[in-house]
């Protein structure tokens, strides 16, 4: 049994969601998860757990900087043992760019980072126009106008494959 700290980044709660049914799935093969806000790190001894994940969700291009500075603070014991890392974001609901390889936030991540995960992957996060301020609503319609999304002001679309994501949790349990 692996003791696995999952530390998440979330604007609006969806990489929380996420993570959550990544505790799931592992806590069904008998390990051990706690989860921690990136924001609460300093109260985390990371040195307790035999597997390390981090997830962060995309906000206007780019992963929230409390994100670099956690590896960059943990770099020595992220990697010292088994670690992961996946990325939210909606580009990653169309085909071509849903993959590690093809995702360019995950990319711009790699160039950013020289921390090397065991284990990389990315989800197609969720779009809720009416939970967002007034102005991030219009950005974020204009953007999926302009790349082929929905656009209706109600619109609450959840992009992610639940399946990926249990399968990203097998892949964490066996790292
Ligand atoms: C204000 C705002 C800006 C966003 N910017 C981007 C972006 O630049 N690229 C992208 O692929 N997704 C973008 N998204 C989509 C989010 O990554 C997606 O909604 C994700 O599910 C958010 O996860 P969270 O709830 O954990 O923060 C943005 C969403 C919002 C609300």
């Not at 069904?28 to 757990?49: G, K, N, W, Y």
């Not at 990697?79 to 974001?89: C, G, I, L, T, W």
């Not at 809720?128 to 204009?142: E, K, V």
Request: hydrophobic share 35%; charged share 30%; glycine share 4%.
């Amino acid at each position: 049994m692996a003791n696995i700290l999952i530390v998440y980044s979330t604007t609006d709660g969806h990489t929380l969601s996420i993570c959550r049914r990544l505790q799931r799935v592992i806590e069904q093969q008998a390990h051990r998860v706690e989860l921690a806000s990136v924001d609460d790190e300093p109260d985390t001894d990371l040195q307790r757990f035999d597997k390390i994940v981090i997830g962060a969700s995309i906000r206007y291009g780019k992963h929230r900087p409390q994100v670099y500075d956690f590896i960059k603070r943990n770099g020595k014991v992220l990697e010292s043992r088994p670690s992961a890392f996946f990325s939210v974001n909606v580009v990653a609901r169309k085909p071509e760019k849903n993959r590690p390889e093809t995702n360019p936030y995950i990319k711009q991540f790699r160039k950013k980072s020289s921390w090397q995960p065991r284990e990389l992957a990315v989800f197609a996060g969720k779009i809720d126009y009416q939970r967002y301020r007034l102005r991030d609503r219009w950005i974020i319609r204009l953007i999926m106008w302009m790349t082929h999304g929905p656009t209706h002001p109600k619109t609450v679309a959840e992009f992610t494959n639940w399946e990926d994501v249990e399968a990203f949790g097998r892949r964490v349990c066996a790292m």
